[in-house]
């Protein structure tokens, strides 16, 4: 799914300008500051559950693909679905927690998909723009 330049360009820029952690990723108190409503701090209860669906691989912290999918509503509650997760641990041969171009390749062998460019689909599923695909992404592109 491509979404449009001035989406990600603002996604970008907002997540850059928080006080990000040395992998590069927000924490929950960090986003949620940064995120309030117009009558102050979000009620606990509503953003732990926000928070919770930001954070689609549940490691606690939110990488910048996890808060454009999420801003621009590209996954949905069940995007921990075991299935989905399954398919991307199968296809991640390295175990390193992305799909590079190789990876998708195989990938859409495996889904009979192979006149498929692994190389456009990443770049048109590559929301934080870093040349693989993290889980979240790889949800977007299956249109989960």
Do not use: K
């Amino acid at each position: 799914m491509q979404l449009p330049e001035s989406l990600l360009q603002s996604c970008r820029e907002t997540f850059a300008s928080l006080d990000l952690l040395p992998d590069g990723t927000a924490s929950s108190e960090v986003l949620r500051s940064a995120l309030h409503g117009p009558d102050g701090e979000i009620p606990t209860v509503l953003w732990d559950e926000l928070f919770e669906h930001m954070d689609v691989n549940g490691d606690g912290h939110v990488s910048l693909a996890e808060f454009v999918a999420a801003m621009a509503g590209l996954v949905g509650v069940d995007s921990r679905d075991s299935t989905h997760r399954l398919m991307f641990d199968l296809f991640d041969q390295n175990g390193d927690g992305y799909l590079e171009v190789d990876e998708l390749a195989v990938a859409l062998r495996a889904l009979r998909r192979p006149n498929a460019d692994p190389a456009a689909l990443l770049a048109s599923a590559d929301l934080d723009g870093d040349g693989r695909l993290e889980y979240v992404e790889f949800l977007a592109l299956l249109g989960t």
